[in-house]
């Protein structure tokens, strides 16, 4: 048996041994790749002057990028110094710092100067063809280019919802390129009956029971599954003032029926009604190689939980956050990876008519890793695949009693995987609540498994007909979400699984204002078992920005 194990250990060790020698020479020669992509480019561009250096710039620019090398940024660089006045070179590297840069969003402001950069040269080329009596201004590639440039702006202010003003203002912008937006609204609303997570109905059940000092029956455990009457409404200035950081302004309206159990009274539920007030800054820096964005903020929030007209317990909090997002873009052997690092972390301090109530604590990270292999190779060929783990940690301390939960999870999604139209995401999570420091102290640990298809019905986004890639309608994904709920420790009554179908749609277009829009409607079905219940759920919003 012992002589079994050290064969077995033996194979192991070399299986880990070969695949990171594996791993350092596939590496090694992405690496030597680069060498040599960087050495031609030299060479070429030492005996050439002009846009035909600035070519051979573009050409290897072009390379490292589709290698993952983020030296790229620096040969685009090396193009528009030797060629200033071509835009195309400058849009190159826009859509570069746009789609393949960026610390899980793009590089603003480094990828809007580069775009309005080469708007500024298409005005002026323009005017100067007008002065000369030249007819057709905008007819040709530069009419072309400029559409190009006024998607990609779409594009990269998806996020920030509709312009109100520009800068400089209309009676000071004497070019249209000069037109570029500072402030932004965006708005985001969601509408239905949610579900409600296997954890906090346990724990819902758990706390009940504490308090009336038995355990709860099976027709009180039942009635403890319902639905969340959920309205959801935020709105949100977005201040974007040149290269500083930008500023962010919200404010949000909760109200969720049968949000809170009635611990005294099992099956009868309070209302939440809540309203949050705050402020952040935000900013994406370029580290080469790495890219790193920090955001900093403020919020307040308000909420009561109605039990009566006459008697309202109203809280408040107040809560400092940090968010920092840390990723890089390196070649490897089968094309470009990429791999990111979330820090949050958030800290409240809970009142209750003015006197100190609690403290709450919510800290996360997030680690992530996606490969983009080369296209052409198989059937089963997927544009990337994502990994994604991370665990999250709430803390709440009432005195000397602490509730810590925990969420870990661990997730793959495979882009276009099979088909060019289809998406596969699969993710495995783990729910845990520990309640310390008090009798009776109590654990339970819930997981859930999900599978998440999506297809793409409509895809103008990557359409190669001109007039598909300048539709307002951007696409419609069909998402059917299945998962498994159940418990690991505790309690096993609320064990369920679920199922789903959801539509989602994204309108924009340059001419309504680079404003992107995004609808979605879903319905499911979740089934719990061991309680003979079945609860349907419809859902839907809209957002602008966000």
Known sequence: MLDVDKEALHMRNNSLAFLFVSTCLLAGCALNRVKQIEQKAQSNAATAEGNRAASVYWDAAEELKELGSAKAAEYYRKAISAAPEEPYYRFAYAEYLRKYRGPGQPLLPAAANEYFKALRILDARRESEKAEGE?????????????????GLTDLYQRDGVPLLYWPPAVLRPRRSSHRPTVFFSTQYEFGPSELPIRDLTSGALFTSDTIGRSLTNGELRAMVRSKQLCDWTNRIRIRPGDLPWIDIWWRRVEAGDAIPNDWNPGRFFDLHQVQHGIAAERAFDLYPFDLSVRVGYKHSRWRTVKDPQADAVESSHTPFAEVVLSRVFPGYSGPNRVSIALTHERSHIHHGGAWLRRGTISSATAGYSIYPKKGRGRFRPRSADVEAGVVRYLQEYGAVDVYQHDL?????????????????????VFDEDKRNSAPERSHQQGRVSLTPLWRLVDNEN?????ARNSRVRFVNIVAPLDYQFKQKGPSDYENFGYGIKAEARIAHPKLFRTSVLLFAECSRRHYYNLDKVLSYFMTGLKMGF
């Open 135 to 151: 007819k057709d201004a905008e007819a040709g590639d530069d009419e072309r280019l400029r559409q190009l440039i006024d998607w």
């Open 409 to 429: 999870f661990v997730g793959v999604t495979l882009r276009e995987a099979f088909s060019p139209k289809l998406d596969l995401g699969a993710r495995y999570t």
């Open 463 to 467: 359409a190669k007909e001109e007039k």
